[in-house]
Nanobody
């Protein structure tokens, strides 16, 4: 499975961005997708995750109410809509996929990773 993340960029605090992650090469419809981020000098942290049906979602407390994850199975694409962005949201954002229908927050439980897209929020 190959994952291609896109949509990052530079935005002012309070602004919005939407990230996309397109998957290819998938042979199973039983999967979950996650978004993670990594700021310079920090460990990779969980942002959001969603099951393939879209019925089960989870968010990190730091983004709850501001970020929204969604999935389009027909397009094999997962989205992360980020609103009211803050400077502390600045990081490289990664999408990941796991061969299970259960979304989780633990990076090591994901099987495939995209290349990352930079999000920079200026104050």
């Amino acid at each position: 499975v190959q994952l291609q993340a896109s949509g990052g960029g530079l935005v002012q605090a309070g602004g919005s961005l939407s990230l996309s992650c397109a998957a290819s090469g998938r042979t199973s419809s039983s999967y979950a997708m996650g978004w993670f981020r990594q700021a310079p000098g920090k460990e990779r942290e969980f942002v959001a995750a969603i099951g393939w049906s879209g019925g089960e979602v989870m968010y990190a407390d730091s983004v709850k109410g501001r970020f929204f994850v969604s999935i389009d199975n027909a397009k094999n694409t997962v989205y992360l809509t980020m609103n009211n962005l803050k400077p502390e949201d600045t990081a490289v954002y990664y999408c990941a996929s796991r061969q299970s229908i259960v979304p989780v927050a633990t990076p090591r439980l994901y099987d495939y990773w995209g290349q990352g897209t930079q999000v920079t929020v200026s104050s």
